[in-house]
């Protein structure tokens, strides 16, 4: 299967803790998308990445919050200092560079005690 | 600012019965394209359709139909002859163009009771 990939599937932290998820990309897909989405609602994006290059970051990413791209395939979101608030599932999608549909991995969910 | 309205939060019907999802949406930009997503209840959200704003044309895919009416906004979605398995949370979503982030509505959750 060669779907987005996301690692871990369920992570539960303690408060204060920090925490990283990694997501694999679509192979020949050059955007990866960041999103946000907590219980009952819709999700909402955090960041997008053109290979590397981080293009556009939504207010809701703190600066407890950072995503890197390193070498334009994987990507790494990290959350320092988690708080109860931080408690969502967090998605990764991919497209690719012109394309129009994102393609979205099956998310890890975070819980902080 | 874009915003996408999903009014019905819940929807329960019986089996082999239609269905009909609402989305509303609010944009400023004059090209724009329109998704639907199905997330079922193992959590990965699943393309369904992407719909250009200047190709009104309504699409039939099996038994999803999508109907777009760009004079009220609206992206109304329609499950035929339901089956248990469509039983998901539906999103509609929203892009400009020249944008990359995807906006979407607060979902639809459709349970199909057999």
């Known amino acids: 299967d060669t779907g987005v990939s996301q690692d871990p599937r369920h992570k539960i932290t303690k408060r204060g803790q920090n925490v990283t998820f990694r997501c694999d990309p679509i192979?020949?897909?050059?955007?990866l998308y960041w999103y946000r989405q907590t219980l009952g609602q819709g999700p909402e994006f955090l960041t997008y990445?053109?290979?590397?290059?981080?293009?556009?970051k939504s207010r809701l990413l703190s600066d407890r919050f950072s995503a890197e791209r390193p070498k334009g395939s994987f990507s790494t979101l990290e959350i320092q200092r988690t708080e109860q608030g931080d408690s969502a599932m967090y998605l990764c999608?991919?497209?690719?560079?012109?394309?129009?549909?994102?393609?979205f991995g099956p998310g890890t969910r975070l819980t902080v005690t | 600012a874009q915003k996408v309205t999903q009014a019905q939060t819940e929807i329960s019907v019986v089996e082999k019965e239609d269905v009909t999802l609402d989305c509303v949406y609010e944009t400023r930009d004059t090209t724009y394209y329109l998704f639907w997503y199905k997330q079922p209840p193992s959590g990965e959200l699943v393309f369904l359709i992407r719909?250009?704003?200047?190709?009104?044309q309504n699409e039939i895919s099996g038994r999803y139909s999508w109907n777009f009416q760009k004079s009220t906004s609206s992206f109304n979605f329609t499950i035929t002859a339901s089956q248990v398995v469509d039983s998901a949370v539906y999103f509609c979503?929203?892009?400009?163009?020249?944008?990359?982030?995807?906006?979407f509505g607060g979902g639809t959750r459709v349970l199909v009771k057999p």
């Open positions: 719909r250009n704003s200047f190709d009104e």
């Open positions: 999608a991919s497209s690719l560079e012109g394309g129009d549909e994102q393609y």
């Open positions: 979503a929203l892009r400009a163009a020249a944008g990359n982030k995807l906006t």
């Open positions: 192979s020949e897909h050059n955007r």
């Open positions: 990445f053109q290979n590397e290059a981080q293009l556009e």
